[in-house]
């Protein structure tokens, strides 16, 4: 079951094998329950109980449990199962017959096939009799584990009472006393449920109380080791087990994060705008049809950077962004998952940091949820392909980021978005950077009225300065702002764009067309060597973007049913009337905007090169000087 020896995929043969077993389960199964051992009989006229001098803590009764039953007791009044009813039963007796199918590829790639077979002749003694009980107790936390995991992946919803469910009294005897155990407590976590919604909500809560209560117990069997690098894999049911990594069983607890306003936010008036727009337009995702009506018309972001000094706000954007899509979220009623990948995911193992990533990019891209992934610091976490001072587990993060943001198999369903943020991009793998959509200075408070603004923020108003003559936060009116910062890429900032700039307009006179647009990226082209299709691309998105940069009105946000209820077609149609065309003086500002970036980023690397060459320098001619000092005095040579 080792990763190195590739997929498992379990055949339904092994898995039919089992159905019987499974339907009993369902049906019928006695399991022993703990014994209350609370005092009950109460004495007469002094409201106190009778306490016996015998413990019972340590004695079980049994208890009949059909679940069948109880699924059908959700709707008494109908004699037939409905849908989700049906789905809970099925995928439960699937979920046995699939669980001891892997407990049983478990015992072959270990011992304990043979030592079964030889218990069965007769039983075995000293240390083989031990070895067999923790096998068999390792195989039944397989199954166990399998069971809950199943549930958790198959079943359908997202919410759940967070803590409405207790975890099941596990039993690790056999792998059909753990089944049976998680099947008690099933049936007692949908027990009393009123519909079919609150009967699934609670089952995937009970899967989720059973997987956390299992990974606390994982230590106690030492069994388990060459398990938890099994990749085990059941395409008809879309059902990945890998090994103890339970990505698709997390519990999404509710969000904890200081969330920021966007009037909280002085200066970064672009990236700001942005965020904003970026907010509303993911929660526009149809969870029906699984698309996002910006994916089609254009204008959706799925990735980008952002990228300043320290302190100039990066953190502070993120919270903005997450506290926005957290609140439409909820407004909505949408499950929010919000995820950051950092420097503490990666690890020593081999193999192991490339996981976590990947197991990281599925659960912000889980189609039946909104997500929202961030890499903070991206260039500690992502290594340069040609820095062989990195880490491997930083070089298998920077494999896994390529291919998940514009790989062959990646698909933009336009429920997510993953936002890099560095301090030092330029120190990003080249490839890596051009496959962030968007580029976002985070350049901090930038005018004489920002950081009067920022002050008097941060100040509060336990004080009696005077203001002064200064209109606050008049600066901040985002469309003003805006327009100012767009209006500021009319013309190359960066030194070296400015050069390609006014070579091409003393060439060819003001961009008038289409052809001269292409020239014009063609000697960008060749001052900047990665200046590739790639950027291309990102600068048509970024226009189209721009094109898509509409208001869209309040009051389809305040409630659900104005716009987040409509169906996908209904979306695209309101969503369509209100673009507009893109422009020359558009185009022109983005493709500086995006070329700024780019040489900026070389010119602050190779800044950085001089500065290390400088300081070596530096260093070397006082070594000279020492070493002069060391020969007149003699001790040059000396050990």
């Not at 039944?140 to 997202?158: H, K, M, N, P, R």
């Not at 008690?184 to 609150?198: P, Q």
């Not at 558009?586 to 690397?605: C, G, H, K, P, W």
Request: hydrophobic share 40%; net charge negative.
């Amino acid at each position: 079951m080792s990763r190195t020896a590739g997929l498992t995929t379990i055949s339904e043969d092994d898995i039919a094998r089992h159905r019987s077993v499974a339907q009993g389960m369902v049906t019928r199964v006695v399991v022993l329950t703990p014994q209350e051992s609370g005092p009950s009989t109460a004495l007469a006229g002094t409201g106190r109980r009778f306490v016996s001098t015998v413990s019972t803590g340590g004695m079980r009764r049994t208890q009949e449990v059909e679940l069948g039953r109880t699924i059908q007791a959700v709707r008494a009044d109908d004699a037939m199962l409905s849908i989700p009813q049906h789905a809970l039963l099925f995928r439960t007796r699937r979920g046995i017959a699939v669980a001891l199918a892997v407990a049983e590829l478990f015992s072959r790639q270990t011992d304990l096939e043979t030592l079964q077979a030889r218990n069965l002749g007769s039983p075995l003694q000293g240390a083989e009799a031990e070895q067999f009980k923790r096998l068999l107790s390792a195989g039944a936390y397989v199954a166990a584990f399998t069971l809950a995991a199943y549930l958790l992946q198959t079943i359908d919803g997202e919410s759940e009472p967070a803590d409405d469910t207790a975890e099941p009294d596990f039993q690790f005897d056999t792998p059909q006393d753990a089944l049976k155990a998680l099947v008690a407590g099933l049936d007692r976590a949908i027990s009393g449920c009123a519909d079919e919604s609150t009967m699934t909500a609670r089952a995937r809560a009970f899967a989720r109380e059973a997987i956390e209560g299992l990974i606390s117990r994982r230590a106690r069997f030492e069994a388990l080791t060459d398990f938890g690098q099994a990749h085990i894999r059941l395409d008809s049911d879309n059902f990945t087990l890998d090994g103890f990594d339970v990505a698709p069983g997390q519990r999404r607890k509710p969000l904890e994060m200081s969330f920021k306003k966007p009037n909280e936010i002085i200066g970064n008036h672009l990236a700001k705008h942005h965020a904003m727009r970026l907010a509303r337009m993911i929660v526009a995702y149809d969870f029906e049809r699984q698309l996002n009506p910006f994916v089609e018309l254009g204008g959706f972001l799925f990735t980008f950077i952002g990228d300043g000094q320290p302190g100039t706000g990066k953190t502070i954007l993120i919270q903005m962004l997450a506290g926005l899509i957290n609140d439409y979220c909820q407004m909505a009623g949408y499950p929010f998952h919000y995820e950051n990948f950092g420097v503490d995911q990666i690890s020593s193992y081999q193999g192991k940091s490339g996981q976590n990533c990947k197991a990281f990019v599925d659960n912000v891209l889980n189609p039946r949820a909104i997500g929202f992934g961030t890499i903070d610091d991206i260039d500690q976490v992502a290594a340069k392909r040609s820095d062989d001072r990195a880490s491997a587990g930083q070089q298998e993060v920077t494999a896994v980021l390529m291919e998940s943001f514009a790989g062959a198999s990646t698909i933009v369903r336009g429920n997510c978005t993953f936002g890099m943020f560095s301090n030092y991009p330029e120190n990003v793998d080249d490839a890596l950077r051009q496959r962030a959509g968007a580029r976002w200075l985070v350049d901090g408070p930038q005018s004489e009225d920002d950081y009067i603004d920022i002050f008097a923020l941060l100040a509060g108003k336990n004080h009696s300065i005077p203001l002064g003559e200064h209109k606050l936060f008049a600066g901040q009116e985002i469309k003003q702002a805006v327009a100012r910062s767009y209006d500021g890429h009319d013309r190359p900032a960066e030194e070296g764009l400015a050069a390609v700039w006014e070579h091409f307009t003393k060439a060819n006179g003001e961009v008038r067309s289409i052809r001269d647009i292409g020239v014009y990226l063609h000697m960008i082209k060749e001052a900047e060597p990665r200046f590739t299709g790639r950027a291309i691309k990102n600068i048509t998105d970024a226009i189209k973007m721009r094109s898509m940069d509409i208001d869209l009105p309040d009051e389809w946000f305040e409630t659900p049913e104005p716009f987040l209820r409509k169906t996908y077609d209904e979306k695209t149609a309101m969503i369509s009337e209100l673009r507009q065309p893109f422009s020359i003086e558009m185009v022109l500002q983005e493709i500086n905007r995006y070329a700024d970036s780019e040489f900026r980023y070389t010119d602050r690397s190779d800044a950085t090169a001089v500065e290390e060459i400088i300081r070596r320098e530096r260093q070397r001619e006082r070594a000279i000087g020492e070493i002069e000092a060391l020969k007149q005095s003699g001790r040059w040579g000396v050990t």
